[in-house]
């Protein structure tokens, strides 16, 4: 073993400890530390016994074991605990040392770390990491952003770890300045939030409306995990209801309908919001999630308001047939919406990301992998400015082919009163993106009557605002025209 470790690593949790064997595996050597220093005692005598790990007692130990320049790699809870570790971490490194943030952070924590640890002499890197447990032992998707000149130092590392492609592409490089990678990171979890919330609605409708047991789902789902449908979320969602309980019966059934989330998706919508882009997919997703919560309140209104009972009389294998179409064009919904805040956010914070480049890092080893995205790298390689998925000439067919089977199964979810909240906003979405003329001209009039707003005219050129006292008893005052 050599005397000095290639990187540090702090936070022996789940992703942790899985990564860092990950590394050693590819012939890294690893210096390991805890908060909870019994941890690192027993890692080294169980699961690193006998391989190229130098456990630490304590932050000054793992220091003192890194070769320079030194790499300190966190995986500790978001917040502030990765605040208290880069404060305890910065006397003990030297110019040109490296502190990696490899947790769930907000970006705009890592834009202001990137500052402050730069600040000091050293540099800092925030990396998303997607693709759970499994992901980080076996090969993960890696984001990473921060300060340039860090990456040569763990490129080799990073992507080394990572997932490979078919071709043997790393599913890792360097997405941009600052906070980008943990920007790129949290949209990959709003997409994933809509991804998950598509593929429930279509349980949610084979169950209640065509009456469909877990298994025979659970065949659907491998069936469409053949074709176009093809991803890690559609395979798991099919093994999951295979899954059966020790007496038999589909153990999904038994799992209370009141969903989790971390706030990644939340932080998603949000800055959608604040970039002005409509991510109304996604957005659905993080309030369905918010309304199962709501389960005591669910259960006293389905006792005191009347529901519709599903009645189904259509062609039972048409409808499945449909649905995955339904599936397809919604998910093409999600990655335009994605992409499109990936877009105006790199014009907000001056970040040149590379949208096919990102399309391969989520190819492999992430949540959200899937044959997809592979048509998505291929879009914008042949148009690195694409402005929309949905102008692409692949996706464009693909979505207007999918369009009538996708209408037959938002109308026939929403005539049987069974909530598909995000095929039906997508499908709005995609209605409205493709109109010319939407009525905010009557909105914009609405605005200008009660608060004196403006409002620019068809027959006048564009920028150039007017005011209507509408009902004869205002003035010319107008109110100052700005964009939020």
Excluded at 145 to 163: H, L
Excluded at 266 to 285: D, M, N, R
Excluded at 298 to 316: E, H, W, Y
Aim: charged residues 25%; proline residues 4%.
């Amino acid at each position: 073993m050599k005397e000095k470790a290639d990187i540090g690593l702090i936070g022996l949790a789940v992703m942790g400890e899985n990564l860092v064997l990950n590394m050693e595996s590819k012939g890294f050597t690893v210096a390991v530390f805890n908060r909870t220093v019994d941890k690192v005692d027993k890692f080294i005598q169980g699961r690193g016994a006998g391989k190229n790990f130098i456990g630490a007692q304590s932050l000054e130990d793992l220091v003192g074991s890194l070769e320079r320049p030194r790499k300190v790699m966190m995986l500790v809870k978001a917040g502030q605990p990765v605040d208290d570790f880069i404060e305890q971490l910065i006397p003990l490194l030297e110019p040109g040392d490296i502190i990696i943030d490899g947790g769930n952070s907000h970006f705009p924590d890592t834009v202001r770390r990137t500052k402050y640890v730069e600040s000091k002499g050293l540099l800092f890197i925030g990396t998303g990491v997607s693709g759970g447990e499994e992901g980080a032992l076996k090969g993960p998707s890696m984001m990473p952003g921060g300060s340039p000149q860090a990456w040569p130092f763990v490129k080799n590392i990073f992507q080394s770890i990572a997932a490979k492609v078919d071709d043997g592409t790393p599913c890792c490089d360097w997405v941009g300045e600052d906070g980008a990678g943990h920007f790129v990171k949290m949209v990959h979890n709003g997409i994933e939030y809509g991804d998950i919330q598509i593929i429930n609605e279509a349980y949610h409708l084979m169950k209640d409306l065509l009456g469909m047991d877990a298994l025979e789902q659970a065949e659907i789902f491998k069936q469409w995990n053949q074709g176009k449908l093809d991803s890690y979320l559609i395979e798991i969602t099919g093994n999951i209801l295979a899954y059966k309980d020790e007496d038999g019966t589909p153990m999904v059934d038994k799992i209370l309908d009141k969903a989790g989330q971390k706030g990644t998706g939340k932080w998603t919508v949000v800055s959608a919001l604040e970039v002005g882009v409509p991510l109304t997919l996604i957005g659905e997703s993080v309030f369905s999630r918010n309304l199962s919560a709501q389960k005591d309140l669910r259960t006293k209104a389905s006792k005191v308001i009347a529901q519709q009972k599903p009645n189904f009389i259509g062609d039972k294998q048409q409808f499945i047939n449909d649905l995955e179409q339904a599936i397809y064009a919604a998910k093409i919904i999600s990655y335009a919406q994605g992409y499109d805040l990936m877009t105006e956010a790199a014009k907000e914070y001056k970040w040149n990301l590379n949208y096919g480049g990102i399309a391969l890092m989520w190819r492999g080893g992430c949540i959200i992998r899937s044959r997809f995205l592979g048509d998505i790298k291929n879009a914008y390689d042949k148009n690195p400015n694409l402005e929309n998925l949905l102008l692409d000439p692949f996706f464009k067919n693909a979505i207007e082919s999918a369009q009538e089977s996708w209408r037959r199964v938002c109308s026939t979810a929403l005539l049987n009163g069974i909530p598909a909240p995000a095929l039906t906003s997508a499908l709005s979405y995609f209605d409205g993106f493709r109109t010319e003329r939407l009525p905010a001209n009557l909105l914009q009039a609405q605005r200008d009557y009660f608060g004196a707003h403006q409002y620019e005219r068809t027959d006048k050129p564009r920028g150039k605002f007017f005011h209507t006292d509408w009902t004869g008893h205002g003035g010319d005052t107008a109110s100052t025209t700005y964009l939020v």
